[in-house]
């Protein structure tokens, strides 16, 4: 648990993150020359300043295709290429943000400007918070 600037006081607070799934069958998402592409990043800039300006962005990223995973299974020590499950929506993205509650993370998560599912789950231990 962190502490943040709540409605002008330091209060605990905790962080979230937000897996972000998308459909890869669907295109990459960051090509610049796709049709649109400038309005999808201004959403996002925009996004990420309302998270920065809020307090709440502790970390997030985009990530590569999950083609380009390589999964590492401690219980058996095999090591395997491609995404640890198979199904359409894959993880393209995540944020670690700090908010005061489920509900205040829940409505920041709604506010993303992605067509996918967002799921939020709360950060245990984060040994540098």
């Known amino acids: 648990m962190s502490t943040r600037l709540i409605r002008g006081r330091q209060e605990a607070?905790?962080?979230y993150m937000f897996l972000i799934n998308v459909d890869e069958t669907q295109g990459p998402p960051g090509?610049?020359?796709a049709d649109g592409f400038e309005e999808m990043m201004a959403g996002w800039f925009a996004y990420n300043q309302m998270l920065t300006?809020?307090?709440?962005?502790?970390?997030?990223?985009s990530l590569q295709p999950s083609a380009t995973a390589t999964v590492v299974?401690?219980?058996?020590?095999?090591v395997t290429d491609g995404p640890y499950v198979e199904t359409k929506e894959q993880i393209g993205g995540f944020y670690v943000v700090s908010?005061?509650?489920l509900d205040e993370a829940l409505a920041l998560a709604a506010k993303?400007?992605?067509?996918?599912?967002?799921?939020?789950?709360?950060?245990?231990?984060r040994p540098d918070a």
Not at 73 to 78: A, I
Request: hydrophobic share 40%; proline share 8%; net charge negative.
């Open 73 to 78: 299974r401690n219980d058996s020590g095999t």
């Open 53 to 61: 300006d809020g307090g709440h962005f502790v970390a997030g990223a």
């Open 13 to 15: 607070a905790m962080e």
């Open 112 to 125: 993303m400007p992605t067509q996918g599912a967002i799921e939020v789950r709360p950060v245990m231990f």
């Open 99 to 101: 908010a005061a509650d």
């Open 31 to 33: 090509d610049p020359t």
